[in-house]
C-alpha cells in the first residue's frame, strides 16, 4: 500500500472514531442529565403526594382508624396532583389495594422502608418512571407508588441522536475532503523526490527535487539535491577523467607508431639494400633521432606516472639559490639558440622540493626557448605574503584556444615542430602536476606574435624557520 493511502485511511480512521465517540458522549451526557432531571422531578412529586397523603390522613382520623373507603378517596384526590399521563398506586401492607390507576400491578417486593426506588418502565414507545417508596401512618403500613410520563426525554434524546448523525456525516465527509488534500499535500514532496531518485538511476543526472518547504521534508529535499550535484560533478569528473584518458592511450599509441616506423623502415633499408657511407650515415641520423625522442618520451612518462603515485617532503629553501641555479644551468642552451636569458629574483623563504622544483623551471624555459623568441625572462617577486615566479618570452605565443589544451598530455601545438626537438606534449602536463605537489597552479597569458608568460604563486615563510 502506498504511503500516501496509508496517510489518508489513517487520518479519516483517527477523525471516524474521534466523531464517533464525541456524539457519543454528548448524547449520553444529554440523556443522563435529561433524565436526573426527570428522576429529580420524579421525586419531588412523589414526596409532594406521600406528604398530602399523610396530611390528609391525619385530618380524617376518626377513632384513630382511617376507613378504607376514605383511604380510596385521599388516592384518587392524590392522582389529580399527577397532571396527564401520570399515575398512582396507593396500598395497605394486609388490606390490599386502595387506589390504583395504573394499568398493572407494580412489583413491591424491593421496596423498603425510608427507601426510595426507582424504575424506568418503557412499553408501546412510551417511557414512564416509577417512584415506589413505603411509610407509616396511623399503626398502618402504606405503599405508594407514582408514574410519570418521561418519554419526552428519550424522544429529545432521540432527536439529538439523529441530529448529531446528520452532523457527524457532514464533519465526516468535509474532514475526509480536508484530510484527502492534506494527504496529498505531505505526500506529494515523497512523490516528487520518488520521481527525482528514480530519474537520476535512470541515468538523468540533471534531475532535481523541486521542493521549496521549509520542513523536514524541505530539508531533505536539499540535502538531496545536494548530493546530486555532488555526484553529477563527480560523474562529469570520472568522464572527463575517461576521455583524457582515451586520448592519452591514443595519443601514446600515435606517438610511438610514428618513430617505430621511421625506425623500421630506415633499419630495413640499410639491411636490404646496399648503401653509400653517405646514405647509411643519414639512416642511421634517422634511427638514432626516432630513438632519442622514445627516450625522452619514455623518461617523461615514468616521471609522470611516478610523481603521481609518490609523496614529497616540502623543505624550506632561499628561492634566489633555485632560480640562480636554473638560470646557471640554461645559459649554455640560450646562447646556442641565440636567445637572452636574464634572471630577476628577489630574496625569500619558501618551502619546495628542491629537484622536483627546478625540473618544473627546467620545462618551463625549455618551452620558452623554444618560441621562436629573442629574449627570455625568468622573474621571481614577493607579493606581500606571496612569492610570483614567472618565465616570460617575446615568442611566436599561443591561441585562445590552445591555451586551453596545453596542459593535457600529449597536446602539442605545433606537432612538427616538437617532434623535430625530441618534443612528446608532456613538458606541461609534469609542470603542473609539480605546481599541484607545492599546492600552486600554472597562470598563462599568451598573445600570438607577442609571447607567453607562465606564472606561478607560492606562499612565503618566516625566514629562519626550520623545515
Same mark, same amino acid.
Request: net charge negative; with cysteine.
Given at each position: 500500500?502506498?504511503?500516501?493511502?496509508?496517510?489518508?485511511?489513517?487520518?479519516?480512521?483517527?477523525?471516524?472514531?474521534?466523531?464517533?465517540?464525541?456524539?457519543?458522549?454528548?448524547?449520553?451526557?444529554?440523556? !443522563?442529565?435529561?433524565?436526573?432531571?426527570?428522576?429529580?422531578?420524579?421525586?419531588?412529586?412523589h414526596?409532594?403526594?406521600?406528604?398530602?397523603?399523610?396530611?390528609?390522613? @391525619?385530618?380524617?382520623?376518626?377513632g384513630?382508624?382511617?376507613?378504607?373507603?376514605?383511604?380510596?378517596?385521599?388516592?384518587? !384526590?392524590?392522582?389529580?396532583?399527577?397532571?396527564?399521563?401520570?399515575?398512582?398506586? $396507593?396500598?395497605?401492607?394486609? &388490606?390490599?389495594?386502595?387506589?390504583?390507576?395504573?394499568?398493572?400491578?407494580?412489583?413491591?417486593d424491593?421496596?423498603?422502608?425510608?427507601?426510595?426506588?426507582?424504575?424506568v418502565?418503557? %412499553?408501546?414507545?412510551?417511557?414512564?418512571l416509577?417512584?415506589?417508596?413505603?411509610?407509616?401512618?396511623?399503626?398502618?403500613?402504606?405503599?405508594?407508588? =407514582?408514574?410519570?410520563?418521561?418519554?419526552?426525554?428519550?424522544?429529545?434524546?432521540?432527536?439529538?441522536?439523529?441530529?448529531?448523525?446528520? @452532523?457527524?456525516?457532514?464533519?465526516?465527509?468535509?474532514? =475526509?475532503?480536508?484530510? /484527502?488534500?492534506?494527504?496529498?499535500?505531505?505526500?506529494?514532496? $515523497?512523490?516528487?523526490?520518488?520521481?527525482?531518485?528514480?530519474?537520476?538511476?535512470?541515468?538523468?543526472?540533471?534531475?532535481?527535487?523541486?521542493?521549496?518547504?521549509?520542513?523536514?521534508?524541505g530539508?531533505? #529535499?536539499?540535502?538531496?539535491?545536494?548530493?546530486?550535484?555532488?555526484?553529477? &560533478?563527480?560523474?562529469?569528473?570520472?568522464?572527463?577523467?575517461? !576521455?583524457?584518458?582515451?586520448?592519452?592511450?591514443?595519443?601514446?599509441?600515435?606517438? @610511438?607508431?610514428?618513430?617505430?616506423?621511421?625506425?623500421?623502415?630506415?633499419?630495413?633499408?640499410?639491411?636490404?639494400?646496399?648503401?653509400?657511407?653517405?646514405?647509411?650515415?643519414?639512416?642511421?641520423?634517422?634511427?638514432?633521432?626516432?630513438?632519442?625522442?622514445?627516450?625522452?618520451?619514455?623518461?617523461?612518462?615514468?616521471?609522470?606516472?611516478?610523481? %603521481?603515485?609518490?609523496?614529497?617532503?616540502l623543505?624550506? =629553501?632561499?628561492?634566489?639559490?633555485?632560480?640562480?641555479?636554473?638560470?646557471?644551468?640554461? $645559459?649554455?642552451?640560450?646562447?646556442?639558440?641565440?636567445? %637572452?636569458?636574464?634572471?630577476?629574483?628577489?630574496?625569500?623563504?619558501?618551502?619546495?622540493e628542491?629537484?622536483?622544483?627546478?625540473?618544473?623551471?627546467?620545462?618551463?624555459?625549455?618551452?620558452? @626557448?623554444?618560441?621562436?623568441?629573442?629574449?627570455?625572462?625568468? /622573474?621571481?617577486?614577493?607579493?606581500?605574503?606571496?612569492?610570483?615566479?614567472?618565465?616570460?618570452?617575446?615568442?611566436?605565443?599561443?591561441?585562445?584556444d590552445?591555451?586551453?589544451?596545453?596542459?593535457?598530455?600529449?597536446?602539442?601545438?605545433?606537432?612538427?615542430?616538437?617532434?623535430?626537438?625530441?618534443?612528446?606534449g608532456?613538458? $606541461?602536463?609534469?609542470? #603542473?602536476?609539480?605546481?599541484?605537489?607545492?599546492?600552486?597552479?600554472?597562470?598563462?597569458?599568451?598573445?600570438?606574435?607577442?609571447?607567453?608568460?607562465?606564472?606561478?604563486?607560492?606562499?612565503?615563510?618566516?625566514?629562519?624557520?626550520? #623545515?
Amino acid at each position: 500500500m502506498r504511503y500516501f493511502h496509508k496517510f489518508f485511511l489513517s487520518i479519516t480512521l483517527i477523525l471516524t472514531a474521534a466523531l464517533a465517540v464525541m456524539e457519543y458522549s454528548c448524547v449520553a451526557f444529554s440523556l !443522563n442529565h435529561s433524565f436526573r432531571r426527570a428522576q429529580d422531578s420524579g421525586l419531588m412529586q412523589h414526596q409532594l403526594i406521600k406528604h398530602t397523603i399523610q396530611s390528609t390522613i @391525619l385530618n380524617t382520623v376518626s377513632g384513630g382508624i382511617v376507613p378504607e373507603a376514605r383511604l380510596s378517596a385521599i388516592g384518587e !384526590n392524590a392522582a389529580g396532583l399527577l397532571g396527564t399521563g401520570g399515575g398512582l398506586f $396507593l396500598a395497605g401492607e394486609a &388490606e390490599g389495594i386502595y387506589y390504583s390507576n395504573l394499568a398493572f400491578s407494580p412489583d413491591l417486593d424491593d421496596v423498603q422502608e425510608e427507601h426510595i426506588h426507582y424504575q424506568v418502565l418503557r %412499553e408501546s414507545g412510551a417511557a414512564s418512571l416509577l417512584v415506589k417508596s413505603e411509610f407509616k401512618q396511623d399503626g398502618r403500613c402504606l405503599f405508594l407508588v =407514582t408514574k410519570q410520563d418521561i418519554s419526552q426525554v428519550f424522544s429529545e434524546a432521540e432527536n439529538l441522536l439523529a441530529q448529531c448523525t446528520r @452532523l457527524y456525516f457532514l464533519i465526516l465527509a468535509v474532514s =475526509t475532503a480536508a484530510a /484527502l488534500g492534506l494527504s496529498w499535500a505531505l505526500t506529494r514532496p $515523497l512523490t516528487i523526490l520518488r520521481r527525482a531518485t528514480r530519474a537520476f538511476g535512470n541515468g538523468d543526472y540533471s534531475f532535481r527535487a523541486g521542493i521549496h518547504a521549509r520542513d523536514e521534508i524541505g530539508g531533505l #529535499a536539499q540535502d538531496y539535491n545536494k548530493m546530486a550535484d555532488t555526484v553529477e &560533478e563527480k560523474i562529469t569528473e570520472l568522464e572527463a577523467a575517461a !576521455n583524457r584518458q582515451k586520448r592519452f592511450t591514443a595519443n601514446f599509441a600515435h606517438e @610511438l607508431k610514428t618513430p617505430m616506423t621511421s625506425i623500421i623502415g630506415y633499419a630495413d633499408m640499410i639491411y636490404q639494400r646496399k648503401l653509400s657511407e653517405e646514405e647509411t650515415k643519414q639512416a642511421a641520423w634517422y634511427i638514432m633521432n626516432e630513438g632519442m625522442r622514445l627516450e625522452s618520451l619514455s623518461f617523461k612518462l615514468m616521471d609522470l606516472f611516478s610523481w %603521481e603515485q609518490s609523496g614529497f617532503t616540502l623543505e624550506e =629553501t632561499q628561492i634566489t639559490t633555485v632560480l640562480q641555479d636554473v638560470h646557471t644551468s640554461c $645559459l649554455s642552451s640560450a646562447g646556442k639558440r641565440g636567445v %637572452e636569458f636574464a634572471c630577476q629574483a628577489e630574496p625569500a623563504w619558501i618551502r619546495l622540493e628542491y629537484d622536483l622544483f627546478k625540473t618544473l623551471l627546467l620545462n618551463l624555459i625549455d618551452n620558452a @626557448l623554444k618560441a621562436g623568441g629573442k629574449h627570455v625572462t625568468l /622573474l621571481g617577486c614577493a607579493e606581500k605574503e606571496l612569492y610570483r615566479v614567472s618565465v616570460s618570452d617575446d615568442g611566436r605565443g599561443i591561441g585562445a584556444d590552445d591555451l586551453m589544451r596545453i596542459t593535457e598530455a600529449f597536446y602539442m601545438v605545433d606537432k612538427s615542430r616538437s617532434r623535430k626537438e625530441h618534443g612528446a606534449g608532456l613538458g $606541461l602536463a609534469l609542470c #603542473a602536476r609539480i605546481a599541484e605537489i607545492h599546492g600552486t597552479k600554472l597562470e598563462y597569458a599568451s598573445e600570438e606574435g607577442k609571447g607567453t608568460t607562465v606564472s606561478f604563486t607560492l606562499k612565503k615563510e618566516a625566514e629562519g624557520d626550520e #623545515a
